[in-house]
Structure formats: structure tokens, C-alpha cells
T-cell receptor
């Protein structure tokens, strides 16, 4: 069975500050891990993904995430928040590819000017 | 290349009615997945179709069904609508069934009154 826990349903950061969104997963087999972003009344946009190989994954818009198997974590970071980063972020896990995703409950990021 | 297109974008239906939502995947993509997004339950996987066959199914009642046509376009149907079916329904497409990236449409917002 798979599960995803996103700690913090709401996170606020100041513009220019570090963004850290937490994601822990549970999976009985090596998982695929994803971060998606959703803007109001929009679909989901893939930020980055981990499948195999390098554990530090770089994505779009300056985001990156590190797969830590020992901690079963896949936290999302960005060194400097921008106003345009305000959105909802979803961590997702799958054991069979991107066609069958199990999502966390999401973290709404607010960026304070 | 055009993205994933979902129609209609907004829909209002009455309890007890049925509804059909449509999804046109990115050209060349053969896998289509459907998700339901609600404030209470978050993002939940409904089902996945690949080459006109349902390959995976989430934990939803039989009132929720889908199909995929030979051109990879997909429809999902909800019969005997309930108030709790009000949600954003998202469609995602991938080139094949074990792909590691899914592209989402903007969704269909269904309101049941």
C-alpha cells in the first residue's frame, strides 16, 4: 500500500526566503515520486519527479527535491520565494508510473511581499 | 502540440441525473487517467485507460465509469448523481502505460444541485 503525508496544509514565507514543503511517503516497493503545482481553477503542472538514479532532482521554476530513502522523504525546496510561487503544491507517489498517482493532501503556499 | 483538453469546463447538474465528461489527450498519448478533486477528500484516482482497456481502477462506486476510444479520447460517466459528486474532475495523459510523466488538463468543474 502507498501513502503520502504532507506536513503543513498552509505554509507562509516572505518573498526571497527559503521555501521548504515537506513530503513523506510510504511504499512497499521503490516508488516513483512527484511534485505538482496547482494554480486556482487550473489543472496540475509537474514540477519535478524522481524515478531512479540521482536522488537530488531539479525541476522547473528553480525548485528541487531530494529523495531520502532512509527518511522516506521527498521534500521540495526553493532557495528564494517569488510572488508567483503562491499556489497549492501536491506530492504524489506511484509504484507503477505516472498513470496511477496517489496524492498527498496538498500544501497551500502563501508568499508575503 | 496541443495540451490535454477537457470539456466542458463547467457543468451544473441535478441530483439523480447522469453526466458525461470528455478528455482529449495530447496527440500520440495512449494512456488517460481520471482523478476527482474535492476539498474534503483531496485528489483521488478514479481509473486509467490504455489502448481502450481499463488497466487500473480506484476505490469508487460503480456509478463512476469510463471508456476510451480508438483515437485515445476518453469519457467518464457518472450516473445517479449525488451532491457529494460535486468536484473538479481532472484528466491526465501519458504516452504509454508505464510512463513517468502525466500531463493534466484544466479539469471539469461539476456542481450537483
Amino acid at each position: 500500500a502507498q501513502s503520502v503525508t504532507q506536513l503543513g496544509s498552509h505554509v507562509s514565507v516572505s518573498e526571497g526566503a527559503l521555501v521548504l514543503l515537506r513530503c513523506n511517503y510510504s511504499s512497499s516497493v521503490p516508488p516513483y515520486l512527484f511534485w505538482y503545482v496547482q494554480y486556482p481553477n487550473q489543472g496540475l503542472q509537474l514540477l519535478l519527479k524522481y524515478t531512479t538514479g540521482a536522488t537530488l532532482v531539479k525541476g522547473i521554476n528553480g525548485f528541487e527535491a531530494e529523495f531520502k530513502k532512509s527518511e522516506t522523504s521527498f521534500h521540495l525546496t526553493k532557495p528564494s520565494a517569488h510572488m508567483s510561487d503562491a499556489a497549492e503544491y501536491f506530492c504524489a507517489v506511484s509504484v507503477s508510473g505516472a498513470n496511477n498517482l496517489f496524492f498527498g493532501t496538498g500544501t497551500r503556499l502563501t508568499v508575503i511581499p | 502540440k496541443a495540451g490535454v483538453t477537457q470539456t466542458p469546463r463547467y457543468l451544473i447538474k441535478t441530483r439523480g441525473q447522469q453526466v458525461t465528461l470528455s478528455c482529449s489527450p495530447i496527440s500520440g498519448h495512449r494512456s488517460v487517467s481520471w482523478y476527482q478533486q474535492t476539498p474534503g477528500q483531496g485528489l483521488q484516482f478514479l481509473f486509467e485507460y490504455f489502448s481502450e482497456t481499463q488497466r487500473n481502477k480506484g476505490n469508487f462506486p460503480g456509478r463512476f465509469s469510463g471508456r476510451q476510444f480508438s483515437n485515445s479520447r476518453s469519457e467518464m460517466n457518472v450516473s445517479t448523481l449525488e451532491l457529494g459528486d460535486s468536484a473538479l474532475y481532472l484528466c491526465a495523459s501519458s504516452p504509454d502505460s508505464l510512463n513517468t510523466e502525466a500531463f493534466f488538463g484544466q479539469g471539469t468543474r461539476l456542481t450537483v444541485v
